[in-house]
């Protein structure tokens, strides 16, 4: 009886307790030699497994294969002087001859009366500023119509002989008497700075009353200050 109302009393305490009563219950029960049923305590719920949908995947096998290699061609060593490999090197120049032409300068008596003709020229193209300036006033004497008339012929000088040489490598009165202006390192046609230069050099030469043109008459080649400075030459064609 007094096991019974211990089980009761444990089934009205928390559910924490149900176990420690079923414990007490079965040490009574072997005391008194009681042969009683044995009390249902409650039991814990198990969990079921998890099943993890895991497959085996078997090691893959790589399959190799060799390639054939090609074989490698023996390299030539070429050991000696006289082989015939080497045949190509007699038909190689050993030295070479570089051609040196030179471009003297034409004579005096040529260049000076194709020089006048030039300047006549040059006169004849600068008349119409030259008319102009004397519409404008008469005096002659006036500084101011002296130094238009100067550089309209400086001017127009410049350009004559800028277009002559750099197209056509001559002006009138050297074609008269078959003068060409060239390169002296070349022979060609001097380009278009060349001829602006040396154009530039001789109107400058012409303005200070020919006195840099008198140079030719000490130069061993017989060259001219704006031929020396623009590196030409003025040859007999």
């Known amino acids: 009886m007094a096991a019974l109302q211990r089980i009761e009393r444990a089934h009205s305490q928390p559910p924490g307790n149900v176990a420690v009563a079923t414990a007490v219950v079965y040490e009574e029960q072997a005391e008194f030699g009681l042969d009683l049923a044995p009390v249902d305590a409650p039991t ?59 471009y003297r300068s034409a004579p005096l008596y040529l260049r000076i009366p194709a020089a006048l003709l030039d300047l006549l020229l040059i006169v004849v193209l600068s008349s119409p500023f030259l008319a102009l300036t004397r519409s404008i006033s008469h005096e002659w004497r006036n500084p101011k119509v002296i130094g238009f008339s100067v550089i309209a012929f400086l001017v127009v000088g410049f350009l004559y002989l800028t277009i002559s040489i750099a197209f056509t490598g001559r002006t009138l009165g050297m074609k008269l008497f078959s003068l060409r202006v060239v390169d002296a390192r070349t022979g060609l046609i001097p380009t278009g700075g060349q001829s602006a230069g040396r154009a530039l050099v001789y109107m400058l030469s012409i303005a200070t009353a020919g006195i840099a043109l008198l140079y030719m008459f000490i130069n061993r080649d017989r060259q001219t200050v704006h031929d020396r400075f623009t590196r030409t030459s003025v040859t007999r064609v």
């Open 44 to 102: 814990a719920v198990s969990k079921p497994e998890r099943v993890h949908n895991l497959a085996v995947v078997p090691t893959p096998t790589v399959m190799t294969t060799e390639i054939p290699q090609e074989p490698r061609k023996p390299r030539r060593v070429i050991d000696d002087q006289n082989d015939p490999a080497l045949n190509y090197l007699d038909s190689v120049r050993t030295s070479r001859t570089v051609e040196v032409r030179e």
